[in-house]
């Protein structure tokens, strides 16, 4: 029986001990996944934060993407705006330099001759009529009477024109009408004015067959024209009239 | 760097006196010839980039001068843009036929002229 007793004893202490061997390693395996999960804790912390850091810079990023489109879209609307006051400013430029050189010309001489044949270029390549003439007014009762003209009508058949009969009554340019049906003797009649007095007229027949019709710099040149030609032809016949006198220098 | 150099070939002096105003913006030598004559002349002496034409003009026209202008070896290949009338642009075939490269209308338009000419020439550099 002692012996019996013995083996009993032996074998609860056997197995008390695999337990607590069996015990101990499950508290050493519980401790390396406590640290584990200390360790994953304090990852799933840091990804976190870095998550939160990357949404925030991402967000940054759109924000100032968003910015560089809004100032590139107001780069290209300057930038069309700079390209269209350009092209305005270049168009304004050319105005001048038609007006300059019409002005130039015109005032340039004291020769009749000179101061004709100015008036014909500016009309044939400033303006761009090829049918047109030129007329003073002669006579106490203001005759008309040709002095320039290319393919245009004598001074009886002009002066039967109502448009010319308006001028020469206004004292104001004449365009003719964009939108009228019937086709009229004259585009345009221009008066050529010295103090207000009329003292000759310009009638444009007919502009160049690829010009369609008269713009704004052309209204321009009409102006120059009644106020500068009127003036350059009297001072050409006051030239005339004092030969003798000698241009200053 | 050379200057380039446009040859003005027009015997109305409004013309070219309008084309030196407009082209005044651009870095470049103009010189001027009043017939198609004198525009050989000066074409072969003076070596332009470039030849504004006129059609109708004393002496010799502008076709005629531009023939000439083709069968001299250094000026074969210069650009030359014709400036024609309407009645002119009837002829522009005969215009190429004779060897120019472009053509413009009277009245001269600016923007029309300094776009062809920029064309071949390049946009000039900021003028100081």
Known sequence: MSGDSSQGTGYVEKVREEMQSYVNTILSDNEKLRQVLVVLQTDKLRL???????????????????????????????????????????????????LYVASYQLNGTLDRQAVLAAIQEIIVNLIGSEKFGVFECDGPRGELRMVVSLSGAPAETVASYPAVAAVLAGGETWIASPDATEPADAVACVPLKLDGRITGLIVIHRLLAHKAALDALDHELFSLLGTHAATALYCTALHERAPAREVPS | MTKKKILLVDDSATILMMEKMVLAKFPVDLVTASDGEDAVTKAVAERPDLILMDVVMPKMNGFEACRRLREIESTRLTPIIMVTTRGEMENVEAGFGSGCTDYVTKPINAAELLAKVRNYLGEPAAKR
């Open chain 1, 48 to 98: 976190t934060e870095e998550l939160r850091a990357a949404r925030e810079q991402a967000a940054a990023h759109q924000a100032q993407e968003e910015q560089l489109h809004h100032r590139l879209r107001e780069i290209g609307a300057e930038s069309e705006s700079f390209r269209s006051q350009f092209a305005e400013l270049e168009a304004h430029s050319a105005n001048l330099a038609n």
